[in-house]
C-alpha cells in the first residue's frame, strides 16, 4: 500500500495536535502557516482561522509588544526562548517557556517555528514524555538539517539522516566517533572550551561558526547550535543542531573580497588601505612603519593617444608589477585612478624604504606591450617611515614626496 504525501502530512498534522504545547509556524511576514490545535485552548483561536492571521491579532498589541524584540531577533537568525506568563482563554494563569527557532534556507530566514511549552504543568508533561521522544525521534529523523545527541565528552550517541549524509558518515561511523575526529584541527580548542562549559553548567547553550571535515577530505562550514539536557537519572545529553553554510561563508567571502579589492589590478583598494591605517592607529605603537606612494606620470595622456581601453590595460601591468615586488606581509593597494600605495609592514629602516623607492621608480618605468602596442610609462614614487600613531602622517608625508619626485 502506498502512503501519499497527502496523507502522511495529516498523520504529521494529527500527531503534532496532540502535542500538550502550542507548536505554530509563521512567515518572515508574521503571517501564520500552520498552527496546532492548543492554540485555541489557549486563545480560543482555531488554527484554520489563525492562518494567514499576523501574530499580532493572536496574541494582541499589548503581548505582541513585549514580544517584539525575541520575534525581531529569531527573524535575524537567532534561536530565542523566554518565559512569559499568560492569561488563557477561560481566564486561567499559565506560565509558559517559549521558543522560536529561525527557519533559515539558502541563508535566508523563511520563516520561523514557535513552540510554547506550559511549565506551570511539568507533572503533566513528564506523563507526555515517551510520546515526546517518539516525535522527537521522528522529526529528529527527518529534520532537513542536522541534528545529534552527544555525551557530555563529544561521543556521537544519536545522529539523523540529515548529518550522516552533510559528513559522508553512516550512522554507525559517526558513533564509533568523537566530534573532535571530525572538526578542524584550528576549530577543535574552541570547541572543547564550549563543551566544558555545557558540561560544568557554566554554558547553558552554545552557537558558533565551525568547520568540519567530511569523509572525503573536504572542508565544510557550520551553523552549531547546542544545548545540555540535564537527566539525574540517565546522565546529561548533549543536544546539537547542525546546518551547512559553506555556500554562505563562499558567498561572504566574495563579498569581502569585493568590498576590499579593486578589481582592475588585483590589488587591495582604498577601503583596504584605510582598514589597514585604522589598525595600526589602534594599535598604538611608535615602532615605525614604511610607505611607498606611486603615481603614474602623465597618464591622461596615455589614455588621450591610446584609449581608456588601454590605460587600464596599462594600470593592471602596473599593478601586477607591483604585486610581483612586494612581500607577502606588506598590503599593496590602488587608492585611485593612477595612484598605487604599498604597506611595508617589513620595512626596517628609513634608508631601506628611500633605497626601495628608488628601486620600484625603476621596476616599473619603462615600455609596456599592450598588444603589440609599446606604451612609454615613467612613475613618480614617494615614500615616508614614520610610528603607527600617525598612520594619517605617514601617507601624507609619502604622497608629498611622491610630488617632489614628479617637479623634479
Excluded at 488563557?88 to 527557532?101: E, K, M, P, S
Excluded at 552533510?166 to 566530534?179: D, H, I, N, R
Aim: overall charge negative.
Amino acid at each position: 500500500m502506498t502512503v501519499t504525501r497527502n496523507s502522511s502530512n495529516e498523520v504529521m498534522r494529527r500527531a503534532v495536535d496532540q502535542l500538550p504545547s502550542m507548536i505554530g509556524y509563521w512567515d518572515s511576514g508574521l503571517r501564520n502557516v500552520f498552527a496546532n490545535k492548543v492554540y485555541a485552548n489557549y486563545f480560543g483561536i482555531e488554527p484554520s482561522v489563525l492562518v494567514g492571521k499576523h501574530i499580532s491579532e493572536l496574541l494582541g498589541e499589548a503581548l505582541y509588544q513585549l514580544n517584539l524584540p525575541y520575534i525581531t531577533a529569531a527573524l535575524g537568525g537567532e534561536q530565542q526562548q523566554f518565559d512569559r506568563t499568560l492569561i488563557d482563554v477561560n481566564g486561567a494563569v499559565r506560565v509558559t517557556q517559549a521558543t522560536y527557532v529561525p527557519d533559515i534556507v539558502d541563508g535566508t530566514v523563511v520563516g520561523f517555528t514557535a513552540l510554547v511549552v506550559d511549565v506551570s504543568a511539568r507533572a503533566e508533561i513528564e506523563r507526555e514524555r515517551d510520546r515526546a521522544i517518539r516525535l522527537f525521534r521522528i522529526t529528529m529523523e527527518n529534520a532537513p538539517i542536522g541534528k545529534a545527541v552527544m555525551t557530555r565528552d563529544g561521543r556521537w550517541l544519536q545522529v539523523n539522516k540529515a548529518l550522516c549524509e552533510l559528513l559522508g558518515y553512516t550512522a554507525e561511523e559517526l558513533q564509533q566517533k568523537t566530534f573532535r575526529d571530525i572538526t578542524h584541527p584550528d576549530d577543535i580548542p574552541l570547541a572543547d572550551e564550549h563543551l566544558k562549559g555545557l558540561a560544568d553548567g557554566t554554558l547553558r547553550n552554545v552557537a558558533s561558526e565551525k568547520r568540519y571535515i567530511r569523509k572525503d577530505g573536504a572542508t565544510i562550514w557550520v551553523q552549531r547550535n547546542a544545548t545540555v539536557v540535564r537527566d539525574d537519572e540517565s546522565g546529561d545529553v548533549i543536544i546539537a543542531q547542525i546546518q551547512d553554510i559553506t555556500a554562505r561563508k563562499a558567498a561572504e567571502a566574495r563579498l569581502e573580497r569585493q568590498a576590499l579589492i579593486d578589481d582592475l589590478t588585483s590589488l587591495g583598494n582604498r577601503r583596504r588601505l584605510m582598514t589597514e591605517l585604522n589598525s595600526l592607529r589602534d594599535m598604538s605603537s611608535d615602532r615605525p612603519v614604511g610607505m611607498l606612494f606611486v603615481d603614474v606620470d602623465a597618464f591622461k595622456s596615455i589614455n588621450d593617444k591610446f584609449g581608456h581601453a588601454v590605460g587600464d590595460r596599462v594600470l593592471a601591468a602596473i599593478g601586477r608589477r607591483i604585486l610581483d615586488n612586494v612581500r607577502a606581509d606588506d598590503v599593496a593597494c590602488r587608492i585611485g585612478g593612477d595612484e598605487f600605495v604599498a604597506l611595508l609592514h617589513t620595512a626596517r629602516s628609513a634608508e631601506g624604504v628611500e633605497r626601495l623607492a628608488d628601486r620600484v621608480r625603476g621596476l616599473l618605468a619603462g615600455t609596456y606591450d599592450i598588444d603589440g602596442t609599446d606604451i612609454p610609462v615613467s612613475v613618480s614614487v614617494g615614500w615616508s617611515w614614520e610610528p603607527t600613531t600617525d598612520p594619517d602622517q605617514l601617507l601624507r608625508i609619502a604622497d608629498e614626496r611622491m610630488y617632489l619626485s614628479k617637479r623634479a
